[in-house]
């Protein structure tokens, strides 16, 4: 039998390609320019080499400060004279002696410290230090103009439960808050990892806020303003991910942020999962308008550089 003719033109002429109407065109344009968009967003975190050695903030949405223990080991005075070549508006994370110099610069302190992380008011045996040194980070922090200061809950021990230790940290915070509202200070509960073992400062087993839901449920039986989340972008993306989302959903108790690349704490470039610009879009659309430090650890060659670079990939 012979087969039945068919109007069909010729497969591969010009007739045979489906004609694309006005709308469906408009449509392919569009998701072709938001796949350029969201690669370019990508790649722009890029390498050394895609950052200029000269670069100095533009833009200076994003208030940017420097954890300082994470350049160890050069010098503070160092550190800030980059920082404010650079544009970078703050320093924290530095011992207390150097605050007048930073200030003598031009620039602020972020964030005071207090008590460390590991021996925090989960075990009530540690309160009258945790509550001493809150208290003396806060005047610190009042007399240099600084408006937050931060705070652990300290690992887990042996013989208290988790119940009985988010009882004793609401019950120590509750007892120094008051303090902190007359000082017009916030206290900044860290939310760390406890997934990293490789480093002592990438990660932090045993650590009892590794929840960043289980701080803010923390900081709502404090219940005061002056008690908020510091959301480190790197520690939440380890436990969580999802990180718009959660900074999104968590905007009112954010008080503070930190970044670094994931994994391996390193510089914020092509080599890690973070999209750091997309981040810090999305806070600037859920108001904030506090300070974001830069807490990776460099491993360029050039620190300084590495330092540059992270400040060009925030600067949005």
Known sequence: MQPTPTNHPPEGSSEFRPR????????????????????QSV???????????????QNGRIRQSIMGWTFDPMPVPELARLCKS??????????????????????????????????????????????????????????????????FT????????????ARNCVDCWKEVVGYAEEKKVTLCLEHLNSRDNSHPMKGHPGYFGDDVHLCVDLIRKVGSA????????????????????????????????????????GELDDSQEVNYPAVMKAILETGYSGFVAQEFIPAWKDRAHALR?????CDV
């Open 154 to 165: 300290g690992m887990r021990e042996p013989g208290i439960s988790d119940e009985q230790g």
């Open 20 to 39: 694309l109407n006005r709308r469906r065109w408009i449509q392919a344009v569009a998701m072709t320019s938001g796949t350029a968009a969201a690669l």
């Open 226 to 265: 002056h008690f908020k989340l510091l959301f480190d972008i790197y520690h939440v993306q380890i436990m969580h991910g999802d990180v718009i989302r959660r900074l999104r959903e968590l905007k009112d108790y954010i008080g503070h942020y930190h970044t670094a690349g994931v994994p391996g704490r």
């Open 43 to 57: 790649h722009a975190q890029g390498s050394a080499e895609s950052t200029p050695t000269d670069f100095r903030i």
């Open 309 to 313: 670079h992270a400040a060009r990939i």
């Open 86 to 151: 650079i544009g970078l508006v703050a320093m924290e994370g530095i011992d207390k002696r150097h605050y007048p110099m930073v200030r003598e610069l031009g620039l602020e302190i972020s964030i005071a410290g207090s008590h460390g992380f590991a021996k925090g008011p989960f075990n009530r045996a540690n309160h009258p230090a945790v509550i001493q040194a809150l208290r003396d980070g806060i005047d610190t922090a009042a007399q240099f103009g600084c408006k937050r200061v931060i705070t």
